[in-house]
Protein backbone atom coordinates (compact mmCIF):
# COMPACT_ATOMS: atom_id res chain seq x y z
CA UNK A 1 0.00 0.00 0.00
CA UNK A 2 1.64 3.72 -0.92
CA UNK A 3 1.33 6.27 1.67
CA UNK A 4 2.89 9.15 2.94
CA UNK A 5 5.12 7.29 4.74
CA UNK A 6 6.15 4.60 2.16
CA UNK A 7 7.15 7.31 -0.54
CA UNK A 8 8.98 9.47 2.32
CA UNK A 9 11.36 6.56 3.53
CA UNK A 10 11.27 5.56 -0.77
CA UNK A 11 12.67 9.38 -1.63
CA UNK A 12 15.11 9.30 1.40
CA UNK A 13 16.67 5.69 0.88
CA UNK A 14 16.92 6.79 -2.87
CA UNK A 15 18.98 9.84 -2.11
CA UNK A 16 20.90 7.92 0.13
CA UNK A 17 21.45 5.80 -2.39
CA UNK A 18 22.81 8.95 -4.57
CA UNK A 19 25.45 9.59 -2.38
CA UNK A 20 23.49 11.93 0.40
CA UNK A 21 24.29 12.03 4.07
CA UNK A 22 21.42 11.02 5.64
CA UNK A 23 21.63 13.33 8.32
CA UNK A 24 21.78 16.08 5.85
CA UNK A 25 17.58 14.47 4.44
CA UNK A 26 15.07 16.81 5.72
CA UNK A 27 12.07 17.93 4.25
CA UNK A 28 13.33 21.71 3.60
CA UNK A 29 16.96 20.68 2.52
CA UNK A 30 17.77 21.79 -0.74
CA UNK A 31 18.45 20.13 -3.48
CA UNK A 32 21.81 22.32 -4.40
CA UNK A 33 23.14 21.67 -0.98
CA UNK A 34 22.58 17.66 -1.16
CA UNK A 35 24.49 18.05 -4.78
CA UNK A 36 21.81 16.41 -6.25
CA UNK A 37 22.13 17.65 -9.96
CA UNK A 38 20.01 16.94 -13.11
CA UNK A 39 21.25 13.61 -13.25
CA UNK A 40 21.18 12.35 -10.45
CA UNK A 41 17.00 14.06 -10.76
CA UNK A 42 16.32 11.68 -13.75
CA UNK A 43 17.84 8.83 -12.14
CA UNK A 44 15.29 9.59 -8.91
CA UNK A 45 12.66 10.29 -11.24
CA UNK A 46 13.04 6.75 -12.75
CA UNK A 47 13.37 4.96 -9.50
CA UNK A 48 10.48 6.13 -8.44
CA UNK A 49 8.49 5.34 -11.58
CA UNK A 50 10.23 2.04 -11.83
CA UNK A 51 9.79 0.55 -8.37
CA UNK A 52 7.20 2.61 -6.75
CA UNK A 53 4.37 2.47 -9.95
CA UNK A 54 3.85 6.82 -9.35
CA UNK A 55 3.71 8.23 -12.89
CA UNK A 56 6.61 10.49 -13.06
CA UNK A 57 8.71 11.33 -15.51
CA UNK A 58 11.98 13.26 -15.24
CA UNK A 59 11.14 16.43 -16.94
CA UNK A 60 8.02 16.88 -13.83
CA UNK A 61 11.53 17.42 -11.76
CA UNK A 62 12.52 20.78 -13.26
CA UNK A 63 12.28 23.49 -11.40
CA UNK A 64 11.97 21.53 -8.08
CA UNK A 65 14.49 22.66 -5.61
CA UNK A 66 13.63 21.11 -1.90
CA UNK A 67 13.06 17.24 -0.51
CA UNK A 68 9.60 18.83 0.41
CA UNK A 69 9.23 19.41 -3.63
CA UNK A 70 9.95 15.73 -4.44
CA UNK A 71 7.84 14.46 -2.24
CA UNK A 72 4.72 16.24 -2.99
CA UNK A 73 4.94 15.89 -6.80
CA UNK A 74 5.31 12.15 -5.37
CA UNK A 75 1.94 12.71 -3.32
CA UNK A 76 0.28 14.39 -6.24
CA UNK A 77 1.07 11.70 -8.90
CA UNK A 78 0.13 9.01 -6.53
CA UNK A 79 -2.86 10.51 -6.11
CA UNK A 80 -2.80 11.11 -2.45
CA UNK A 81 -3.12 14.58 -2.09
Known amino acids: MLDHAAIEKFVHDALVELGVDEADIFPDAALDDLEIDSLDM ?18 DFDGLDT ?7 CYEKAGLE
Open 67 to 73: VRQILKL
Open 42 to 59: VELAQTIKKDLKVPVKPK
